[in-house]
C-alpha cells in the first residue's frame, strides 16, 4: 500500500517567491495534519483537517501560512511570499483513526530552503 | 498544559550496548504514550505505543513501559546495532483534547560499529 505521498522532496526557492507543498494522504484515512520541523523548534503542529476540514490552524505561523484541503485524497500548504526564516523541513501526516488515538502516518517530507 | 521532555541528545554508543532513552510527560488524566523513529531522509514511524498505566509497548527489540507514577515512558533496547542509528521522538495524544499529538524534542542516536 501507498503511504503518504509529499511533493516536492526538495524545495530551493528565493525570498518573496510563493511555495506550494502538497499531500496526498494515505487512503481512507479521515485526518490529515502537516508539520514544520527545524533544529531549533523542533516538531511543530502547523495544522490539521478531519473529513476535510480545517480544525485548528492556531499552529500556522502567520498570515502568510494557507493550506486547503479540496477533497480527501489532497492537500495543499502554501507560503506566500516566502522568507528564509521558513526553510525548514514540512511533513504531511495522515490518520485512519475516527476517535483519534494518536497514530499518525507521516510522509518523506519537503525539505524547504528560502535564500 | 501538556508536554513532553525527553533527555537531550546525542547519545553516542558502541554496537550491542544497552539504550535508555528517557521520557516524561506532563498531561492531565490517562494520555496515550509514543516512541516515534526518524531515520536520516526519513519521515517519522510509530515504534511502539501505549494506552494506559503498567502497559509495555514493544517492537524490533525496543521496549517502553507506561509508568503513571512517575510519569515517564523510558526507551529501551537491550543491545543496540548499527541500523537503530536515528532520531527517536516521544509523544502523547491528551485523553482529551481532540486530534493534538504532542511531541517531544527528539534524542538522536548513533551507533558505531
Known amino acids: 500500500d501507498a503511504g503518504v505521498i509529499q511533493s516536492p522532496r526538495h524545495e530551493v526557492t528565493e525570498m518573496g517567491q510563493e511555495v506550494t507543498l502538497r499531500c496526498k494522504p494515505i487512503?481512507?484515512?479521515?485526518?490529515l495534519f502537516w508539520y514544520r520541523q527545524t533544529m531549533m523548534r523542533g516538531l511543530e503542529l502547523l495544522i490539521y483537517f478531519n473529513n476535510n476540514v480545517p480544525i485548528d490552524d492556531s499552529g500556522m505561523p502567520e498570515d502568510r501560512f494557507s493550506a486547503k484541503m479540496p477533497n480527501a485524497s489532497f492537500s495543499t500548504l502554501k507560503i506566500q511570499p516566502s522568507e528564509p526564516r521558513d526553510s525548514a523541513v514540512y511533513f504531511c501526516?495522515?490518520?485512519?483513526?475516527?476517535?483519534?488515538?494518536?497514530?499518525?502516518?507521516f510522509g518523506e517530507g519537503s525539505r524547504l530552503t528560502v535564500l | 498544559g501538556d508536554s513532553v521532555t525527553q533527555m537531550e541528545g546525542p547519545v553516542t554508543l558502541s554496537e550491542e550496548a544497552c539504550l535508555t532513552i528517557n521520557c516524561t510527560y506532563t498531561a492531565t488524566g490517562y494520555p496515550s504514550l509514543f516512541w516515534y523513529v526518524q531515520y536520516p531522509g526519513e519521515g517519522l514511524q510509530l515504534l511502539l505505543k501505549a494506552t494506559k498505566a503498567d502497559d509495555k509497548g514493544s517492537n524490533k527489540g525496543f521496549e517502553a513501559t507506561y509508568r503513571k507514577e512517575t510519569t515517564s515512558f523510558h526507551l529501551e533496547k537491550g543491545s543496540v546495532q548499527v541500523s537503530d542509528s536515528a532520531v527517536y521522538f516521544c509523544?502523547?495524544?491528551?485523553?482529551?483534547?481532540?486530534?493534538?499529538?504532542?511531541f517531544g524534542a527528539g534524542t538522536r542516536l548513533f551507533v558505531k560499529a
Open positions: 487512503s481512507g484515512h479521515n485526518s
Open positions: 509523544a502523547l495524544k491528551p485523553p482529551t483534547g481532540g486530534f493534538k499529538t504532542i
Open positions: 501526516a495522515s490518520s485512519l483513526d475516527r476517535f483519534y488515538t494518536g497514530e499518525l502516518f
